[in-house]
Nanobody, 120 residues
Framework: QLQASGGGLVQAGGSQRLSCALS????????MGWFRQTPGKEREFVAR????????YYANSVKGRFTISRDNAKNMVYLQMNSLKAEDTAVYFC???????????????WGQGTQVTVSS
């Protein structure tokens, strides 16, 4: 139901845009989130957007560098990542949940993850 894509290798200071395609289900009342995870660590909240309201919220670590957006007509959610740092290296996941949470266990639907590697 969620398909993330757009990961890859990028140099520090560069940009990357992740996409999340929604299919088979209407998420109009949901919040869409991006999370990331590195080996041995818990899944970390990155950003979220209200599918209907468009309201956004960011983790402090990415505020001012990342932008989450959605295209209702195309059923797509995006994460534009600028000024990337080595510590942004992780597997990035898109997710959908019923409330404006930053906690991974509050999201019901998950994409498969896409690897972002930032070389320093």
């Amino acid at each position: 139901q969620l398909q993330a894509s757009g990961g890859g290798l990028v140099q520090a200071g560069g940009s990357q845009r992740l996409s999340c395609a929604l299919s088979e289900r209407t998420f109009s009342r949901y919040y869409m989130g991006w999370f990331r995870q590195t080996p041995g660590k818990e899944r970390e909240f990155v950003a979220r957007i209200g599918w209907y309201s468009g309201s956004t919220y960011y983790a402090n670590s990415v505020k001012g560098r990342f932008t989450i957006s959605r295209d209702n007509a195309k059923n797509m959610v995006y994460l534009q990542m600028n000024s990337l740092k080595a510590e942004d290296t992780a597997v990035y996941f898109c997710a959908a949940g019923p409330g404006p949470s930053t906690r991974a266990n509050q999201y019901d639907y998950w994409g498969q993850g896409t690897q972002v590697t930032v070389s320093s």
